[in-house]
């Protein structure tokens, strides 16, 4: 017994780094049973379930591991574990431990910082920010998220300290891409427009110098999508599909696809299990299985999709989107990029509901060549690269439109704006939910969000991005006339 025990944590280890999750979890069940309160078998536990989808129950395994854990590493661990699987509220105490424990730590206070913006608790996320820059003041991002957690105003700023960090040499390209954010941000806010405009195109293009990315290829996918899933196609799946009505948020980032995420996740019947990777995932899946795991190319892929077992894509996808929310309840899936997908979601899904929201041309251009993203949107650094995309992208949902009549919601962000009442309750009558006031008090929903717009939401409806982009009329000039000569009205959706 004493020779299987001392193997046990070289077997966990080896179905970790295989990434043999179920065999990992199946040697730390056995440990368990002679080492309950082994907190670190408990995490790792917790990390097993989370990799295989099973959000909630990884949290309950980081709960357990985090009333047992007394060491500030393996507290942070428990913590950054819980953020990922998008319980900020055990996180926050996780990341509280480790910074009692351990209160001159940057790291541990930058991981509270985060999870204090994603609740909303912007007030102490800047205090943890402040520390971290003067116990780490190389620490780049810091500077970037601590600008967004507030408008700045003329008498209480940070450009003369971002001024100062911007002129000392800054090791490496992607801090020096964060302080430029950070100022174009904080110059953008006090009104200096042609100070902003200026460092928000050094980081743009810094950053884009330092992307490997062909515009290319996502114009060409919404060919292959529109060859794969032609108007003369039947759009629905088979009766026997999935009756289930998950909520779809789709449309291009920054265009307020959080703000309808906000207003339709603050129904008592409806939870956002924010921007999921499954249906994406599912489909690549299911083709892969299909095609005998043979490599294929994107426009393959794109092909093979239109061929799918869509009852059986839809069950996939709702075994993986529902364990990131309780049971009976209504799921949103807030993923922007799933606009990609409309044909296949009502094909595997017929009875989801998908919202697509829109903004106009130079607004929603802008607001995405402003946003520094963590990942993915690589298009968005460069203005002829983001016309291209747009064009793309309006190209698509129009086909979707043809092909799917009356299926998808057009919610224009700018009505939603001038009219708050009235698109919410043509939202709610579209997914089929009962009016309820806490939509309309959506700035007040305690519920976390980790997308970039997790401070604007915590305010109520405003309507200074509407026009913001106007003042960059003569910097944006090449962008509008790239989208006018396709025939796109740049300052009408």
Known sequence: MAAVAATMPQE?????????????????????ATSPRDAELLRTRAHCLLALGRSQDACAAAGEALHIADNPTLLDAIGTLLNRANDQRQALVAFDRAVALAPNNPHFLFNRATVQRFLGHLAAAEADYDRVIALAPNDYEAYKNRSDLRTQSLDRNHIAELTAVSARAIPHWKG???????????????????????????????????????????????????????????????ANAPRDAPIFIVGLPRSGTTLVDRIVGSHSTVRSAGELSCFALSIVDAV???????ALTRRDLIAQSAALDFSALGQEYLTRARCAIPAGMRLIDKMPLNYLYCGLILRALPNAKIVHVTRRPMAACYAMYKTLFEDGYPFSYDLTEIARYYLGYRRLMAHWQAVLPGCIHHLSYESLVADQALETRRLLDFCGLEWQQACAQFHRNPAP?????????????????????????????????????????????
Do not use: N
């Open 12 to 32: 966990v280890a080896r179905c970790v780094r295989a990434r043999d999750w179920r065999g990992a979890i199946g040697w730390i069940d056995a440990a368990l």
């Open 449 to 493: 969000t980790t997308t970039a717009s997790a401070a604007q939401v915590r305010q109520p409806l405003y309507d200074s991005s509407v026009s913001q982009w106007r003042h960059y009329a003569a910097e944006l000039a090449p962008l509008s006339a790239l989208l006018a000569a396709a025939g796109i009205d740049p300052e009408q959706a």
């Open 176 to 238: 020096a891409v964060q302080i430029q954010y950070a100022l174009a941000k904080e110059y953008e806010d006090i009104g200096d427009y042609a100070r902003s405009f200026q460092h928000l195109q050094a980081g743009a293009g810094t950053r884009r110098r330092h992307l490997r990315y062909d515009v290319a290829a996502d114009v060409a996918t919404v060919d292959w999508i529109t060859e794969a899933f032609p108007v003369a196609r039947e759009p629905l799946a088979l």
């Open 288 to 294: 892969r299985q299909r095609s005998g795991g043979a």
